[in-house]
């Protein structure tokens, strides 16, 4: 990556370098941190396979514990021509709107101008199934949660099991090889971001490898998936979004070390100790402890664990 001192002659060089500085992309040995709970066995397989395979599990968008994700304010702009300019794209050769064809009514209408398709009960079928459509692609969406923050009190309380689990330490590197490429931060909003239904159909009935699609698809994702209420702002929540992976590797010199929270179980650190010792690159183990003077948690970084 150049240096902010650099002489760009390359104008791809300039533009990735501006790219990396405006948050676009995550610079190199940005610090970032996982809350994680150890309360049974599963957690513990998790961890495992952290260690030895830098592999971690994403969780679906449905699942998460804000009943707000995934769920922008959806405004019906539409108006009957643009359902019927939306049918001839969706069932041209070209169209990608196969989840569509189910085995109802909406399939038995394969013709613009079957009588049908004009009756208003039709019309609000077929605009209900767009959005249950995009509805349940959002629900199905795959999620990491990363944060900016390690002393948070809140976030050791609330993901770490009353600051009974651990946090991981990564130093992310923007390689086309590691996971956290895809790395991004959630904006903080007074208001819930609204998604014309126009948008839908249009992001809809392109197809999914084509630019039109990447770019309709990157403004969709930041308002459904990166944008949340300013009472979560906390958090400095950085994600990574999969539409279709339930999780996401690393490379192994981007984790970096392991953070034991304040309450975290002595007798549970032998085992901890164990699965990291099998580590092909050694990761070092930190305490964080309760502030004597203010409402955080403090990790000393020059002292590893004993």
């Known amino acids: 990556m150049p240096s902010r001192d650099a002489d760009f002659h390359d104008p791809t060089t300039a533009a990735l370098f501006a790219a990396s500085n ?4 995550p610079q190199a040995k940005t610090s970032i941190y ?5 309360r ?5 397989a998790y961890l495992e396979n952290a260690l030895l395979g830098n592999v971690l599990p994403l969780a679906i968008a449905s699942a ?3 009943p707000f994700e995934a769920s922008p304010v959806i405004v019906n702009d539409t108006v009957p021509a643009d359902l019927k300019s939306f049918m001839q794209r969706a069932w041209a050769p070209s169209g990608t709107l196969s989840a569509l064809k189910a085995k109802d009514e909406l399939a038995q209408i394969r013709n613009i101008d079957d009588p049908r398709f004009h009756a208003p009960e039709f019309q609000e079928k077929f605009l209900n199934k767009i959005l249950a459509l995009a509805k349940q692609r959002n629900e199905q969406c795959h999620i990491g949660s990363f944060s900016r923050r390690i002393s ?8 770490a099991d009353g600051y009974r689990g651990i946090a991981y330490h990564f130093a992310t590197q923007p390689r086309a090889d590691s996971g ?7 904006r903080y909003s007074t208001q819930r971001p609204v ?7 249009d992001q809809l009935s392109v197809d999914v490898g084509s630019d039109q699609f990447a770019r309709s698809w990157l403004s969709f994702e ?10 979560w702002a906390y958090e400095e929540e950085e994600r990574i979004i999969k539409q279709n992976e339930s999780k996401m590797t690393f490379l192994d010199s981007e984790l970096i070390s392991i953070v034991l929270g304040p309450r975290f179980p002595k007798d549970s650190l032998p085992r901890l100790r164990s699965l990291a010792s099998k580590r092909t690159r050694p990761v070092k183990i930190f305490a964080a402890s309760v502030s004597l003077t203010t409402y955080s948690i403090e990790v000393d970084w020059s002292k590893e664990t004993i």
């Open 22 to 25: 405006t948050g676009l992309f």
């Open 34 to 38: 996982r809350y994680v709970a150890l």
């Open 40 to 44: 049974n066995e599963q957690s513990w």
């Open 64 to 66: 998460l514990n804000d």
């Open 152 to 159: 948070s009190e809140l976030q050791w309380s609330h993901y």
């Open 180 to 186: 956290f490429r895809h790395l991004r931060p959630v």
């Open 195 to 201: 998604i014309l239904v126009s948008e839908v159909m």
């Open 222 to 231: 930041q308002r459904s998936f990166l944008t949340k209420s300013v009472d």
